[in-house]
């Protein structure tokens, strides 16, 4: 699949993201991850969120970004009752390459605020699934954070994808791991 191919699909499916998000396969198979204590989940959690902070502090500076090979794909993404995702801005070699590192997101998430600047509020991990799959037996995590799974066929003609938000620079009071936002707005992007 071509870059450009993928970037136009990938717009659509983040856009509907959160209407079409199935549990990982393990999931539904009722499996369970393995720290299997509520402590350690959180320790998890909370450590997924300083790696992002860490690796992308320097992304406070959009420039920063831009210049690591980071692009803005589309518009400022919001949904009708849950909020929004903001505007992301993805590195399509990490997209495409089959991996996940925590240190290195495919995608830094912005909110358009209303001076014009934009502000780093998250990263979003996403990976191919027949990519993962080749190379995996089991489904993608980041320190115990499972991926939600987008099945194809899909609404948006893309292949089986996971994905994985981590709102590391603003809180999020539905949860640090949901595909939407609810306290994101793309109102400063109206007209962009």
């Avoid at 803005?72 to 993404?77: M, N, R």
């Avoid at 609404?155 to 640090?176: C, D, I, M």
Wanted: glycine fraction near 10%; charged fraction near 15%.
């Amino acid at each position: 699949m071509t870059a450009r191919l993928l970037s136009t699909t990938f717009v659509v499916a983040l856009a509907g993201a959160a209407f079409t998000t199935l549990p990982l396969r393990a999931a539904q198979a009722g499996h369970t991850h393995a720290s299997g204590s509520v402590a350690a989940d959180a320790e998890g959690a909370a450590g997924l969120v300083k790696i992002v902070r860490e690796a992308t502090e320097r992304f406070k500076d959009v420039e920063v970004a831009k210049n690591e090979g980071y692009g803005l794909q589309f518009g400022c993404v919001s949904g009708p009752d849950y909020g929004a995702m903001g505007m992301h801005f993805v590195n399509f070699p990490l997209v495409t390459d089959g991996e996940l590192d925590a240190t290195r997101p495919e995608i830094v998430i912005y909110e358009p605020l209303p001076n014009g600047q934009l502000k780093l509020i998250g990263a979003d991990y996403l990976v191919l699934a027949d990519a993962w799959n080749s190379k995996h037996d089991g489904p993608p995590q980041l320190n115990g954070q499972l991926f939600h799974l987008f099945e194809a066929p899909n609404r948006f003609g893309l292949p089986s994808f996971y994905t994985l938000h981590v709102w590391a620079w603003k809180e999020n009071p539905t949860g640090t791991f949901v595909n939407w936002h609810s306290n994101v707005s793309c109102d400063a992007a109206a007209g962009k």
